[in-house]
């Protein structure tokens, strides 16, 4: 069946002296910038708070809140987070942000050694380090180094062979530079002064040479199996 057109309709009730109803007009929407969100179960039901819903009838921050202590605390408003840090506050260095403002070099420093310079302060070297651990270090080669800050022939880290500092005692004096402490039984850790022999640089390689050729050959020829 056809429907009848609105003029059509609007024509017969004009015969019978009845205005025909006029629509109502539509309601402009109200701006959505400035109305504040409505609890319809999306957003957080804390009052006053705003965000989007997370679980349990929460945003994110109060649920963790929930979960952690037990306690939304509404009266206790949700910390905003300050902008992501990109690089380190230490000026001059262009390394990225890892913690509390710093990148790792730094931030590492900053927990061992409580400051961040590079070195740590005299009065907390040595012993006064909370990582002090005797003052002695083994090498994977098993050589010995005692903690000798003060000896000219110090690492950067203040220490010196031990090998080196028994033979400056039985001879009383110190080591030039073209000096070298063989030992004689070629175990690196026996630092005893009857297994310990000073040669220069020339005199210790053509000893070690003969060893160093015949370990080269070794490698060749396994290379070229």
Aim: hydrophobic share 30%; net charge positive.
């Amino acid at each position: 069946m056809r429907k009848p057109s609105s003029e059509n309709t609007t024509k017969e009730l004009a015969l019978w002296g009845v205005e025909p109803a006029q629509a109502k007009p539509k309601p402009e929407p109200p701006n959505k910038q400035h109305e504040p969100a409505k609890p319809d179960g999306r957003v957080c039901s804390v009052p006053g708070c705003g965000r989007k819903r997370f679980g349990k009838g929460l945003c994110n921050p109060h649920y963790a809140r929930l979960r952690n202590t037990g306690n939304i605390q509404p009266e206790i408003p949700i910390a905003s987070h300050p902008a992501r840090r990109v690089g380190c506050s230490i000026p001059g260095c262009k390394r990225k942000h890892s913690g509390k403002g710093l990148c790792f070099l730094h931030y590492r420093r900053l927990r061992d050694y409580g400051h961040t310079d590079k070195r740590p302060p005299r009065e907390r070297r040595g012993a006064k380090n909370p990582k002090w651990k005797g003052g002695r270090i083994i090498y994977p080669d098993k050589r010995v180094a005692l903690y000798a800050p003060e000896h000219p022939a110090a690492t950067k880290q203040g220490y010196v062979f031990r090998y080196r500092l028994v033979m400056e005692k039985v001879l009383g004096r110190l080591l030039t530079d073209d000096e070298i402490v063989h030992h004689i039984n070629e175990i690196t850790d026996d630092d005893r002064p009857e297994n310990l022999q000073v040669m220069t640089q020339s005199e210790h390689a053509k000893l070690h040479a003969p060893a160093m050729i015949s370990k080269r050959e070794q490698i060749l020829d396994y290379i070229m199996l």
